[in-house]
């Protein structure tokens, strides 16, 4: 069981030459081939992180652009509405001037005319009075 | 030895032969050839897998590919769990190498019956349950500690025994030579222990009775592989960082 001979030493050459022609043939290409991957995956990672970085940034912008348009079109709405409200009450007040004065206008016509109308209806009195005053005188 | 379980009249599926070698005379050196033979079919199979995975590889990865991936990231994070981020990569080669080694043999001894084919002498098992296997691999670790302890702190490595203090000397030198020693021991006592618990229970009782052992004996092949690699990590890991160190690892 325990005899040595020429088998260990030419065992041990044996096993340094296959350990040197796997390094040649396993080790050396299949870790390229490893670290090559893990490179490829890192790079691809990181690309893909940035992008999604940059898509994030996007969003976040769009997102306060569009709350500025938010704010910016209720802005106006209620701006409009104020407008609105402001004609419709200069409009009505407008409209109820108008209908004073017409109203002002007419009564001081209507006025004028139950003035003459009345010294119209006085003078005829007066010389009505008169012609009957002086029928009346006539038989005298 | 254990020759005696090979009974002349028992029943011929399984008899066991442990210390028998194909013996194969190179100059005037003998080498054990069906250790050879099994550790070639193991290299073979690795480099091929590995020529298979690696021909057209592709980011993402399939079939083979994902395969040797899934081993080459174990080796990885073992060796990375061992040594630490900053050291571990020049290491990978040695710790995975070992790793992939020991595990493919210990399964191909466990899986693939070896016992179809005849050889003249001696069977064909697990390059592991060699001694010599596993001292080749337990030296080579032991070197590849001592270079990387040199390297990292050039003869100031020899600091490290006198470190704590100088009385505990002795047995600093001592691990030196327990590291490999268990090392070898572990894999080749475990290794030749479930081959010999397989084939002694094949030889009592044939067919089912063996399959939890051999259940179990893939699992111990598993383990003794990632202990040996985990350890050979350890063992480098220890020679780098030492004790005196300022920069201690969190």
Do not use: C
Not at chain 2, 131 to 160: C, D, E, P, Q, W
Request: hydrophobic share 50%; net charge negative; charged share 20%.
């Amino acid at each position: 069981m325990f005899d040595f001979d020429a088998t260990l030493p030419l065992m041990a050459v044996q096993f340094l030459l296959l350990a040197a022609i796997l390094n040649v043939v396993f080790y050396k290409p299949l870790t390229k081939v490893i670290e090559d991957r893990s490179d490829y995956i890192r790079s691809n990672e990181a690309d893909a992180r940035e992008r999604l970085a940059k898509a994030e940034n996007l969003a976040k912008q769009y997102e306060s652009e569009l709350a500025e348009t938010r704010r910016q079109y209720q802005a106006t709405i209620v701006a409009a509405q104020a407008d609105a409200q402001k004609i419709a009450a200069q409009k009505t007040a407008e409209a109820q001037q108008e209908a004073q004065s017409q109203r002002e206008a007419t009564q001081k016509e209507l006025d004028q005319q139950k003035q003459a109308a009345m010294q119209t209806l006085e003078q005829q009195v007066e010389s009505l009075s008169h012609e009957i005053l002086d029928k009346l005188l006539a038989g005298v | 030895m254990l020759n005696f379980l090979v009974a002349p009249n028992s029943f011929p599926l399984a008899s066991l032969e442990v210390g028998h070698h194909l013996y194969w005379q190179i100059g005037n050196l003998k080498v054990h050839g069906q250790v050879f033979l099994v550790s070639w079919f193991v290299i073979g199979l690795l480099v091929i897998a590995s020529l298979l995975a690696t021909r057209n590889a592709q980011r993402v990865p399939r079939g083979i590919q994902n395969l040797m991936e899934y081993a080459l990231e174990y080796v990885r994070e073992l060796s990375r769990n061992q040594l630490g981020e900053k050291d571990y990569r020049p290491w990978v080669p040695f710790i995975g190498t070992l790793f992939l080694f020991i595990f493919v043999s210990n399964w191909s001894g466990a899986l693939i019956p070896w016992k179809l084919i005849k050889l003249p002498e001696g069977e064909l098992a697990a390059p592991t349950n060699d001694i010599n296997t596993t001292v080749a691999l337990a030296l080579l670790v032991s070197l590849a500690y001592f270079y990387a302890g040199f390297r990292k702190k050039g003869l100031g490595y020899f600091a490290k025994y006198i470190q704590p203090t100088p009385i505990l000397l002795p047995i600093a030198i001592l691990e030196d030579f327990t590291k490999p020693l268990s090392l070898s021991f572990r894999l080749f006592g475990n290794i030749l222990a479930d081959e010999l618990v397989v084939a002694v229970l094949v030889l009592l009782v044939p067919l089912f009775v063996p399959l939890p052992v051999m259940l179990l004996g893939l699992f111990t092949s598993a383990i003794q592989a990632l202990v040996f690699a985990t350890l050979a990590a350890a063992y480098i890991h220890e020679a780098i960082e030492g004790h005196g160190e300022e920069e201690h690892a969190p």
